[in-house]
């Protein structure tokens, strides 16, 4: 087995025996990005040269007896939306192409702080807003596991590189399910951590009331150990929770004694795959066999999880989007454009209002617009009780489904998605098609509780299958234990794909 095969908490055994170097890791990992990422296209860039000053700095410290971080010399691959000083942070969008932003993000500072070697930026679909990475306006991310198909999204990037072994690690974010979706979909583990666990200052905000930073990883452990860095109290975001971050990573090989897992009937039956159908039952079955009782639970305001959802997030969305008007950040439209613009057709609007105009309509791509014209109308006048307030109430009837739930299981499982991996551009001209790609997750970011995503088998051609555990907020580390169990009971986590 090759040294990038391995899983992370492998690596960091080898590099504290001083059996490897972190430069030899890197090293290792830029060539295997070489080899392949021309066909997986899970990068937006690859930080070769600071990548590798890095790790040389870390061997250093390593050698001259220096206290190091918990994930020293480790690589990790970071989603292109957490603000990195000095370097391009351009959130798949035009809009942000040549924006450096001025400061780090806390998660990101977390990483330097824990002795990681940032390889990389990872390809995500625009400003997070979509589920297959083809909205981003750089590039498509293919599925490592067949490269006719989309890996998911938004995470689509960091979920690709890690599968396909570009990289051990990798931090996405989820709003709706953009760590989960794309974990199944491309065979990996992806944890979303509770509102309020993990900093999100520096994320480039999408939903403010939805997003959360998580870690993607090969192994349930690896997560564990990238989570324990990531988590934490920060007074620089005042919606981060002050409370303790367990050392996840040393518990998480605990197994959990009477555990008890609530299955949601109606998320099986019509509309889902009969092969992930299968896959999730027999994990259940796994379950069951390792001691958990399985009781039976209804959520029964979830059916409106994806109205809620499409209406809260594109709200936020345009709000939190109005700022890039050409005027404070990044991409802004041509003067002279403007100005023969108007000249042109002759309107009596304004060259500032064009300006915005033309600077929005020219670095957003269509998919934004679509969520900022759906924010804004639902937030107008008239409007706004009917759409916006009556999704809050939804939102809130979801919140105390899940508490109620809560109550009577430990942990929910269920899919991650209905369908496995689908041919890039099957549903890129049906925002319908592809907002139902959320149907299982969206919930879990409307009530803030915590969620992962861990490899639960293979349909007949090959493609990963995703089992969902949901657990009460700040319930992470019971999460991870639960499914560390499953992952010590099968083999799943270990098939990679083979990428020509
Ligand atoms: N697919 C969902 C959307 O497009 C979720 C995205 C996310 O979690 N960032 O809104």
């Keep these: 087995m090759s040294i990038i095969q391995k899983s992370a908490t492998e690596q960091l055994a080898l590099l ?186 520096g994320l480039i905000a999408f939903a403010s009331s939805l997003d959360q930073i998580g870690p993607l990883a090969k192994t349930v452990e690896d997560a564990a150990l990238l989570m324990e860095v990531l988590a934490g109290y920060d007074p620089l975001d005042s919606t981060s929770v002050n409370i303790p971050v367990p050392a996840y990573s040393e518990s998480v090989g605990k197994p959990l004694e009477n555990l008890t897992l609530g299955v949601v009937e109606h998320h099986f039956g019509e509309g889902i795959d009969p092969e992930i159908e299968s896959a999730v039952k027999q994990a259940i079955a796994i379950y069951e066999s390792l001691g958990a009782s399985i009781k039976n639970i209804e959520l029964p305001h979830a059916d409106y999880g994806i109205a809620t959802y499409y209406i809260i997030a594109p709200c936020e969305a345009s709000s939190n989007l109005a700022r890039y008007d050409g005027a ?51 937030l107008s006048e008239g409007y706004y009780d009917a759409f916006y307030l009556k999704a809050q109430k939804v939102r809130r009837l979801i919140r105390k489904d899940y508490d109620q739930a809560f109550e009577q299981v430990d942990m929910i499982i269920g899919p991650v998605t209905a369908n496995p991996a689908f041919a890039k551009g099957e549903k890129a001209s049906d925002p319908m098609a592809m907002y139902l790609e959320d149907l299982y997750t969206v919930t879990a970011n409307l009530a803030g509780v915590a969620g992962i995503s861990l490899p639960c088998g293979f349909t007949e051609n090959g493609l990963p299958i995703g089992l969902q555990l949901q657990a009460a907020p700040f319930q992470e580390e019971k999460l991870l234990r639960a499914a560390q169990m499953f992952q010590n009971a099968t083999d799943f986590h270990t098939r990679r794909p083979e990428i020509s």
């Excluded at 504290?16 to 990068?43: C, K, M, P």
């Excluded at 001259?64 to 370097?87: F, H, M, Q, Y």
């Excluded at 108007?342 to 969520?371: C, I, N, W």
């Design 328 to 378: 404070h950040y990044g991409y802004r439209a041509d003067q002279a454009e403007v100005l023969a613009e108007l000249a042109e057709d002759g309107s009596d609007e304004g060259p500032l209002v064009r300006m915005y105009r033309k600077t929005r309509s020219q670095g957003f791509g269509a998919e934004v617009q679509r969520r900022i014209m759906l924010g804004t109308y639902a």
């Design 16 to 201: 504290q025996s001083g059996e490897i170097t972190s430069a030899e890791l890197t090293q290792a990992y830029l060539e295997r990005i070489n080899a392949v990422d021309t066909s997986v296209g899970a990068f937006l860039r690859v930080e070769s040269e600071t990548a590798l000053a890095q790790a040389v700095k870390i061997d250093r410290k390593r050698k001259a007896g220096e206290s190091l971080g918990k994930l020293a010399g480790l690589p990790v691959a970071i989603k292109d939306i957490l603000c990195t000083i000095n370097t391009p942070t351009t959130c798949g969008s035009r809009m942000l192409e040549n924006f450096a932003p001025p400061y780090n993000a806390t998660v990101v500072e977390n990483l330097l702080a824990a002795d990681a070697v940032i390889l990389g930026r990872t390809n995500m679909d625009e400003f997070a807003m979509g589920s297959s990475t083809e909205n981003s306006a750089y590039h498509p991310t293919y599925n490592p596991w067949d490269t006719s198909r989309i890996p998911g999204g938004s995470s689509g990037g960091a979920a690709a590189c890690v599968s396909a072994d570009m990289a051990p690690l990798s931090v996405g974010t989820d709003t709706g399910g953009s760590i989960r979706q794309p974990a199944a979909l491309c065979g990996c583990v992806g944890l979303k951590p509770t509102y309020g666990r993990v900093s999100r200052y």
